[in-house]
T-cell receptor, first 109, second 113 residues
Framework: GQNIDQPTEMTATEGAIVQINCTYQTSGFNGLFWYQQHAGEAPTFLSYNVLDGLEEKGRFSSFLSRSKGYSYLLLKELQMKDSASYLCVVMDSNYQLIWGAGTKLIIKP | NAGVTQTPKFQVLKTGQSMTLQCAQDMNHEYMSWYRQDPGMGLRLIHYSVGAGITDQGEVPNGYNVSRSTTEDFPLRLLSAAPSQTSVYFC????????????FGDGTRLSIL
């Protein structure tokens, strides 16, 4: 079966750095997305990785290791508005998107 | 700058009733899809369309129908509502498929009594 694992919930402090991990076991791999979803709202696109390595976009960075079936989302200089769920999504060999259940990130002052 | 528009935002139905969730996008996107989101689970694909006149089933299509008569519109029909269909439904679109970031509507919160 296809599976995506990410922590259910994490807590971090405003101004700090947090790393949200995602491991996956899928039928092939055609890329990995991260989405942000605030409570009661729609998911919004954050990043896309298809090659190994780190992609940086402002305060957010996403890392991929295809050989390990592993990705992480790194959030720097945390702000209260970063409180949200972060969804890890893998595209398998049939170009189907497999969605993780999401990591709820709580930011404390 | 509407993007993806879903209506209604909230709906309560009785078991056995039918209804249509509307979805429209104004970005000329070819690819559109419907998901449901349930607590503790990832989004699950119900149906999708790669262009006008073309639809296909996703992971959980039973109890739902779709049509795509125009590029802009992609309605989702619940044929005979069941309590198991209580969920949040999201419509999404992208320029030309899964490789592109999905643009989501605001969602429809549906309760079946």
């Amino acid at each position: 079966g296809q599976n995506i694992d990410q922590p259910t919930e994490m807590t971090a402090t405003e101004g700090a750095i947090v790393q949200i991990n995602c491991t996956y076991q899928t039928s092939g791999f055609n890329g990995l997305f991260w989405y942000q979803q605030h409570a009661g709202e729609a998911p919004t696109f954050l990043s896309y990785n298809v090659l190994d390595g780190l992609e940086e976009k402002g305060r957010f960075s996403s890392f991929l290791s295809r050989s390990k079936g592993y990705s992480y989302l790194l959030l720097k200089e945390l702000q209260m508005k970063d409180s949200a769920s972060y969804l890890c999504v893998v595209m398998d060999s049939n170009y189907q998107l497999i969605w993780g259940a999401g990591t709820k990130l709580i930011i404390k002052p | 700058n509407a993007g993806v528009t879903q209506t209604p935002k909230f709906q309560v139905l009785k078991t056995g009733q039918s209804m249509t969730l509307q979805c429209a996008q104004d970005m000329n996107h070819e690819y559109m899809s419907w998901y449901r989101q349930d607590p503790g689970m990832g989004l699950r694909l119900i149906h999708y369309s790669v262009g006008a006149g073309i639809t296909d089933q996703g992971e959980v299509p039973n109890g739902y129908n779709v049509s795509r008569s125009t590029t802009e519109d992609f309605p989702l029909r619940l044929l005979s509502a069941a309590p198991s269909q209580t969920s949040v439904y999201f419509c999404a679109s992208s320029l030309n498929g899964e490789f592109q970031p999905q643009h989501f509507g605001d969602g429809t919160r549906l309760s079946i009594l």
